[in-house]
């Protein structure tokens, strides 16, 4: 069990590095939000498919599962929905406030997990578990803190992210349900045609073209698909099958730290002595919660 829950974490912490490229492939990516989160779910689909065939036969957990009952169903397309609705209201948000805001008000995560799972799930937290998840979003803070602006301006921008952590929240809880019965792969084959379907809904009805002019725009979605989507996000959906949602979200935090140092190396953007103790700060948070997080 020990083995099992260590390697979760190892793939929890890649996943959260994978995903912390989203927001700059989002910004280069010569579509708008709706379209861009729209081709990263359909070009993830033959992707999932791939890897369910690939897979090693161990069972029949090996192999994407047929879902049996309207109630399973009806789970696997909610998260698909909160996926698509989580992606789409932070692609918005990215380009309508600040990067630093959209990056800080989406990972108020946490508290909508933990207050999610109490009042649905009656999930036990404990005093320790709490006390990390406030060290680690202190930790955001004063990562982001830095650059942080609220004003009139970026008003809906910054309403938005505080959306997109309520949907990413709901995500995280339907897909914990969901890993209690189903592999990854077989979630994420029922699920991510529903993501494609709605941001398909939305980018007809608001963003205009559906149209890639250039192989680079290409390249950007396929990275996006690839990378943030299969591999990031297949990574966190499996880890959340052997370790609490609560903690998984705080585990996230890492986020930042990572999309900050990608872009001291690709954008010059230096990390100060602030950001630094953000990043340390963050990390402790993350240890001290994981220490009181109640093993499966």
Do not use: C
Not at 168 to 197: H, K, N
Not at 271 to 293: D, E, H, K, M, P
């Amino acid at each position: 069990m020990l083995r099992t829950e260590r390697a979760a974490t190892l793939a929890l912490l890649v996943g959260a590095v994978a995903t912390a490229f989203a927001p700059i492939l989002v910004r280069v990516s010569e579509l708008g939000p709706s379209p861009t989160a729209f081709y990263r779910f359909l070009l993830a689909i033959p992707l999932y498919w791939a890897l369910a065939l690939a897979v090693p036969g161990r069972g029949r957990r090996a192999r994407p599962e047929k879902p049996e009952g309207a109630r399973v169903y009806l789970l696997m397309a909610m998260a698909g929905a909160f996926l698509a609705g989580d992606m789409s209201a932070w692609h918005y948000s990215i380009h309508m406030t600040t990067v630093a805001n959209a990056s800080l008000l989406l990972n108020v995560t946490p508290v909508f997990v933990v207050l999610g799972g109490w009042l649905l799930f009656r999930t036990r937290v404990t005093g320790t578990f709490m006390f990390g998840l406030a060290a680690a979003m202190a930790g955001v803070v004063v990562l982001s803190g830095a650059s942080l602006a609220l004003s009139r301006t970026h008003l809906l921008g910054d309403l938005l992210g505080v959306v997109t952590a309520m949907f990413y929240a709901a995500y995280q809880l339907t897909i914990e349900r969901l890993r209690q019965r189903f592999s990854t792969i077989t979630i994420m084959i029922y699920a991510v045609p529903v993501s494609a379907m709605v941001t398909l809904t939305l980018a007809i009805l608001g963003d205009g073209t559906l149209v890639v002019t250039t192989p680079a725009g290409w390249a950007v979605l396929v990275a996006l698909a690839v990378g943030p989507q299969v591999l990031g996000q297949g990574l966190i959906a499996w880890a959340l099958a052997h370790l609490p949602a609560s903690f998984v979200s705080v585990s996230l935090l890492v986020q930042p730290m990572v999309a900050a140092t990608v872009a001291w190396f690709l954008f010059d953007e230096r990390i100060g002595v602030q950001q630094a103790i953000g990043a340390i700060v963050v990390l402790t948070g993350i240890i001290t919660a994981r220490r009181g997080t109640a093993r499966r």
